[in-house]
C-alpha cells in the first residue's frame, strides 16, 4: 500500500495556494458522470473479494503539511489521506476530499447523497473508484462514462417511473426516506408549471430525435395541462392542479373545488406561476408536436384564458374573485415597485403567444391591439428592462425562472425590430446578473432569444454534467463549510446563503426556482425531484444547436 508522506504531500501541494476556489473549477468532462453505490461492510468484501485494501491511519506530517499548504478545504478534522496519481483522497471527521486534475480541483462528499454517514474510517483505491468506509458503511465513488444524452435517458426513466400523476408531472414523496420503492405521487402547488416544463423538453426531443416515445410523452403532458382549463368550468380559467377523491392524498393547503360529478376536485387561486407556464409551452408544442387538431384544440384553450384576462382587465378572476398573484393592468403592477417590469415582460409575452396561435383573426387583432396600448400608453415594452431591479438580498428566483419563461417566447414571436432590440436588452441585463449561477436554462434561453455568440457554452455543460443523477432530496450542510465564503446579506427567506454558486452536486436538491447560493436545505431523503429541471435545458439546448449529442 502506498501512503503519501509529509514531505512529498508537501510537495505535490505547492501550488494548492492558487487552486480555484470552489465554483470556479473546471469542467470535470462532459463524458463522465460521478456515481456512488452504498455497501454494507458484508457487501463490501463480497463485491471486492478483500482485493481493495483500505488506509485507515494519518500521517500526523502529511496532514500538517496539507494543511500549511493550503487551508481551503471544506474541513480541517482530517482522519485519513489516501494518494493515487493524480488524486488525493482525504477523509475527514465531516465528509470525503478529492484533490483532483492534478490536485487543481477540490470536490467535496458529503450527507447521505455521497456516504452512509460523514465520519470517513478508511480509503481505498481500486482503479478509477475510490471505496470510503464509515461506520455506517462503505461508499464507491467512481466517474463512470456517460454522455449527456446517456445521462438524459437515466433522469427520464426516473421521472417516467415515479413522476406521473394524471398525465402531471408530480411530486414524489418517498414513505420511508431514501426508499424509492416507497414512492408515492402527490399534488403541489405548481403542477401545471412544472408539467410544462417536462413537456417542453419532450417537444424539443420529438423535434431533435423523431423518437416517437417523445411524441406520446408529451401529448400526455399536453393533455393533463389542457384539462387544468376544462375541470375548473370557468372558461379561460386554469386550475393549479386536480386530484381524484378517495385515490390521490388530498393536501391540506390551497383553496379546492369539487367538480360537478364529485369525482373530482381542483386547486384555485392559480398564479402567475401557471400562467407563465402555459404561455412557454404551449406554442412549442403548438409548432414542434401537434397535429391540426391538436392545433385547433390549443389555440381554443389559449383564446379563452387570453379572452378570460382581457375581459377582466388583465387579471385572473377564480370563484373567489381576484386571484392573489394574477393580475398585470398597468392600474395595479406599480402596487410592488419589483413587480412592474416583470409583471410587464410576462403579458407582453402572453399577448404575442396568443396573436401566434390563434386561428380568428378578430382575436389575433383584439391581442396586438392590447399589446399596442400597453407599450404605447404605458411603456411596457421599456419597462421590461426593470424586470431584475430589487432590492439587494431579495433575489426572488422565482421570479427569475419565470421572467426567462417569458422572455424565449416573447423573442421567438415578437416580428417588430424596434420591439425586439428593446426586449433583447432586457433579456441581456437579465442574463449579465444571472451568468454566476452557471444555470444552463437560462443562458440557453438567452442565446436563442440574442443569438449571441457568447452564451457560457462550457458553464451550462459544467452544470448539466454536476446536476445530481440522485434525486432525493437529502439533507445537506455547507454552513460550516471552512471553504464557503458566506454573503453578508441573508436571503428573501432569512436564510445563510454563499457569494459564489457551489457545484451543484453538493448543493440541496431544488429546481430553478430555487436558490443556488443555499447553503443547507433538503428533507432527510423523504422526496425525489422529477428531473426536467435537467432534461428541458438539455433538449432545448439540442434543438437550438448550442449543444452536441
Not at 416583470?342 to 399577448?351: E, M, V, Y
Not at 422565482?398 to 423573442?411: G, Q
Not at 428533507?523 to 437550438?544: K, V
Request: net charge negative; aromatic share 10%; charged share 25%.
Amino acid at each position: 500500500m502506498t501512503r503519501l508522506q509529509g514531505g512529498t504531500l508537501l510537495a505535490c501541494l505547492i501550488g494548492l495556494a492558487g487552486m480555484p476556489l470552489q465554483g470556479q473549477q473546471p469542467d470535470v468532462g462532459r463524458d463522465r458522470q460521478k456515481v456512488r453505490t452504498l455497501y454494507t461492510a458484508a457487501e463490501f468484501q463480497r463485491a471486492t473479494g478483500g482485493a481493495v485494501p483500505i488506509e485507515r491511519t494519518l500521517d500526523p506530517g502529511a496532514a500538517s503539511a496539507l494543511q500549511q499548504a493550503f487551508v481551503r478545504l471544506p474541513s480541517v478534522r482530517l482522519t485519513v489521506i489516501r494518494a493515487a496519481g493524480p488524486v488525493t483522497w482525504i477523509g475527514t471527521e465531516d465528509g470525503a476530499i478529492r484533490l483532483a486534475g492534478d490536485r487543481q480541483r477540490v470536490e467535496y462528499f458529503a450527507g447521505r447523497r455521497w456516504l452512509p454517514d460523514d465520519r470517513v474510517t478508511g480509503i481505498g483505491i481500486d482503479g478509477d473508484a475510490a471505496w470510503i468506509e464509515t461506520p455506517g458503511g462503505f461508499a464507491r465513488i467512481s466517474d463512470e462514462p456517460m454522455t449527456l444524452e446517456q445521462k438524459a435517458g437515466v433522469v427520464l426513466e426516473r421521472l417516467r417511473a415515479r413522476h406521473v400523476r394524471w398525465g402531471l408531472t408530480a411530486d414524489s414523496h418517498l414513505r420511508t426516506p431514501g426508499d424509492l420503492a416507497t414512492n408515492q405521487v402527490v399534488s403541489t402547488d405548481n403542477d401545471g408549471l412544472w408539467t410544462a416544463m417536462y413537456v417542453a423538453a419532450e417537444s424539443f426531443r420529438f423535434k431533435v430525435t423523431g423518437d416517437p416515445a417523445a411524441r406520446a410523452y408529451a401529448r400526455q403532458g399536453m393533455d393533463a395541462l389542457v384539462r387544468l382549463e376544462a375541470i375548473t368550468g370557468i372558461p379561460g380559467f386554469p386550475a393549479r392542479s386536480f386530484i381524484k377523491v378517495g385515490e390521490d392524498e388530498q393536501p391540506t393547503d390551497g383553496e379546492w373545488h369539487d367538480t360537478a360529478d364529485k369525482l373530482w376536485r381542483w386547486k384555485g387561486d392559480t398564479s402567475s406561476d401557471e400562467i407563465v407556464g402555459h404561455y412557454f409551452v404551449f406554442p412549442i408544442y403548438f409548432d414542434l408536436v401537434a397535429d391540426a387538431g391538436e392545433k385547433a384544440a390549443l389555440a381554443g384553450v389559449i383564446d379563452r384564458i387570453t379572452t378570460h384576462i382581457l375581459d377582466h382587465h388583465y387579471q385572473l378572476v377564480g370563484p373567489n374573485g381576484r386571484t392573489r398573484w394574477g393580475f398585470w393592468g398597468p392600474e395595479s403592477i406599480w402596487k410592488d415597485a419589483d413587480e412592474t417590469g416583470i409583471r410587464a415582460l410576462h403579458i407582453l409575452s402572453h399577448l404575442r403567444v396568443a396573436a401566434h396561435m390563434t386561428a380568428d383573426p378578430a382575436h389575433r387583432r383584439r391581442y396586438e391591439a392590447a399589446a399596442a396600448d400597453l407599450i404605447a400608453t404605458h411603456k411596457y415594452a421599456w419597462l421590461t428592462r426593470n424586470q431584475k431591479v430589487m432590492v439587494p438580498g431579495h433575489i426572488n428566483h422565482s421570479d427569475d425562472e419565470l421572467a426567462f419563461l417569458s422572455f424565449y417566447p416573447l423573442l421567438q414571436y415578437e416580428t417588430t425590430p424596434a420591439l425586439k432590440a428593446i426586449y433583447a436588452e432586457a433579456l441581456e441585463r437579465s442574463w449579465q446578473i444571472e451568468r454566476p449561477e452557471r444555470n444552463p436554462l437560462w443562458n440557453f434561453i438567452y442565446a436563442a432569444g440574442s443569438g449571441a455568440g457568447e452564451f457560457d457554452r462550457d458553464a451550462s455543460v459544467r452544470t448539466l454534467r454536476e446536476m445530481p443523477l440522485d434525486g432525493v432530496a437529502w439533507t445537506v450542510t455547507n454552513s460550516a463549510r471552512r471553504d464557503v465564503t458566506t454573503d453578508p446579506l441573508s436571503d428573501r427567506f432569512k436564510r445563510r446563503q454563499s457569494l459564489i454558486v457551489l457545484p451543484y452536486d453538493e448543493l440541496p436538491m431544488s429546481k430553478w426556482n430555487g436558490n443556488p447560493y443555499a447553503l443547507d436545505g433538503g428533507n432527510g431523503g423523504r422526496s425525489e425531484d422529477d428531473g426536467a429541471a435537467f432534461l428541458l435545458p438539455y433538449w432545448m439546448g439540442r434543438y437550438h444547436r448550442l449543444l452536441s449529442p
